[in-house]
């Protein structure tokens, strides 16, 4: 495999996708970056800060278990 340049569809610059990266990229099944590793830093910082979906899963997940007691309580 070769080096790679890839246009970062974020900031436009690009950035090279190396072999080595590639390879990497292949082994997990993973589709080729569409971001610089900069724009990439910058995004998970951002969904670190935020979590929104983590937050979410964790309301559903004791909302559930509560009807469920309930449930369980008034068949008895
Ligand atoms: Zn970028």
Redesign the pocket.
Known sequence: MKDKIIT??????P?IFTAEEQNRYHARGFDEPI??????KKKSKETNINQPWKDQGRKKHRRHKNRKNFKENSLE
Do not use: K
């Not at 970062?8 to 610059?13: A, S, V």
């Not at 971001?35 to 990439?40: A, K, T």
């Open positions: 970062c569809i974020q900031c436009n610059e950035f971001r610089c590793p900069n724009c990439r």
